[in-house]
């Protein structure tokens, strides 16, 4: 249980005059117990304890700020302590003003929403189920309808196990409490889209089996599988990349492999597992950047792939700018510290419904805020608006970089186009993904731009009546 | 010369020689001092002023509770309650009640606290202290709303003040206090000549309707406990953000360290251990320079190659150490001191 911060009433306790607690709220009797206490015990929360002995040493009323830590959360409390008079003369009360509980903050200081649209920005997804496989909470890439339609069903009956995975196996897993790793799945309803699931079994605080916690990763290659175009009729041979190349072989076979390095790398950079000298700390990091690079290039190039494919189609969900902006915003923050940028955000209470598909928009303003960071001075203002424009909804990122010429207006969305840069980890690519799946979503990107005087880009997207 | 001068003379005399025995002591004290930290003319200055206004708040305060709440009718106890001077002072001077380590140490921190509001004050104009006071208050959350209302409210108090030391008794910490109302209370028992039990019923009732959460420093202390997890961004750690106190606040929870020692470490050389302590933190190099040059006032340079130099780890380690039990540390630096006594 979270509780978060405001209190309508504060948490209430007693102690007697032994420091006995003999009254108590259930949220202060939880941490009592799971700090060693038994009911009608002394306090066994130290903390507490130590201000109640100073309260009645002092013989005064005290407030203060008291931290204490009950499982996975650090539980903030500002506590009142008051003596107690007349017939409960030597007992001290307790109130608790403000309770707040956060997890034991991580490495990673990514907030859950953050990691769930970076989830979405990757394709993946995750399912969190009860121990009958019932599910509790999902979040599916590319179905934003699936909340409502699967919470409270039955994993098996949302889910067809497809070839060469077996349902058979994903039952052998759950009844030994296995984690079940890669299995292929496809949606029974709705999109149908297709899947690589895999999950680990969750126990809760008494050793017990809980359910599970799945995540999924979409399966592009199958999902567009069954409406592949014909062989040799969709690149021309002027392509760079083949139909299969990336989607069917390199693209998975690169990516784990590199997620396993730059994860690898991560938690020696950060000295996980133990102290590290400093100098190879940082070679970890660099190893950790270097792959993430690559794994950008790999996710550039499939997307590429998908693109160039006669069949390539997007959803048309019920989005939001202002709200896929914040999100995006909210992805690139701590790039954008790193480089003292402020991103200026239109104000949340703006709305500006458009139709096109969540994670292919939210990919584009990530690559031209990302764009924007990269190439502005350290120190510089992005700033992101909205306007309406005729039937259509626009957003455009303006930054105060170094500008781009007239001339290369057009060659800037060009495939591999890095107007001669280099080292900065771009892939030339982004612009070229950004505009066509612009395009596909029967929009628009355009930029206007001088040398010395910013550029601002230009997505627009047709206007949705709300 | 009348007869009665001569005898203040006389009297005068006696109490200069029996003084004059510790004038070793004085100027041992000024010659060699221990810290390294410099005490100048305005520090002492305003420490006496403090000093004075709170045992004068509390002999006050006590005489009228003594008066109103339990019928006291002794003259000298409602002379002293209504009086705008304090009059047990010097007594507790002269018995060397003052001299306790917790309750100096305390004056120097608000003393420090009140030099820090005027540097800052010097950075920033009273407009833009007004706006960062408020930027909480219309917070969502009504709990941070609601501290920082608190906060607020204790901050109008300390400024409607008379001068410029914040001497209100809200502001005391409760050991503090405690410490104080008793030996004032013997003072006054002294200096009245009663010794009925009033004056003890109402210093207990002032200890006990004291509201330690009602301070200054407390109230940031929960506003920085609401805000802080929400805003854990190092970017938006600054005193021109927050304020003096709840930039202090924050970067005590931050740090595990306490806010007195942020302030203490804000008077020594080159504020070395603040610095060490905005590196252990993380603050970017920009932001700390930024927070050195507000919050230093002996003109000193902070540079962004020296501040980069620090090892993170080893800040971390230092203040990690810093922040534990403090009996522990006083006890570790006098048997450093002792053991290099004996090899000297």
Redo the contacts between chains.
Sequence with gaps: MTVS???AEPVRGQLDSDGRLIAADPLLLRLHLHCGGYEGGPLAVPQLSNLCR?SRQ????????VQAADDDNLI?M?V?TR?QRAENAGNIAISII?W?E?PV?SNS?ESLGRQRDFDRLNGRGSIRTDASLRIMALSLPDDLDAVEKYIGQSLLDVVDFIAPSKQSVLIESISERQPVRAQNVRQKYGKKLHYILSGQPLIDNDGLFSGYRFSLELDENEATGDSLDEPGSTIPKNELISDSLFGSQLGPALRQPLGKIIANAETIGSRLEGPLR?DYSDYAKDIASAGRHLMDLVNDLSDLEAIQRTSFSVAADDIDLVDLCHRAAGLL?VKA?DH?IRIDLPDKDIEMPVKGEFRRVLQILVNLIGNAIRYSPDGSVIKLQVVQDGEYSAITVRDQGAGIAEDDHQRIFEKFERLGRSGDGGSGLGLFISRRLANAMDGSLSVESAVGKGSTFKLSLPSRAV | MDQNSGVGLVQQAAAISASSAYISDDLAAALFPKSDVILSDRMLSNGRQYLRAIVQDIEAEICLIAAKDFGLTHDTIIEIGNSSRGHSYGLLQKAGLLESKALLDHVFVSVQRVELGARLAQKISQADLETVWTRHLDNEDSAVADAAMALLVAQSRDNAGPGSIHSHIDNLPADIIFALTWPIVAALQKLSGYDGPELSKAAERLLGSHDEGAATQNRARRLAQLVDPLDQGSENLHPLHDGLDLFLARLAGRSDLSVDQLIRFTAEPNMIRLVLTMRAVNLTTEQALSIFGILDGSGQLLTPASYKDIDGDKASDLVTKWSGNALYQDAQRLLNSYDSGVSD
């Design positions: 911060g405001n209190l100073l002092l013989n005064m009323n005290l407030s203060r700020p903030n500002w009142e003596l403000d707040k956060t903050p200081g400093g923050a510290a003292q």
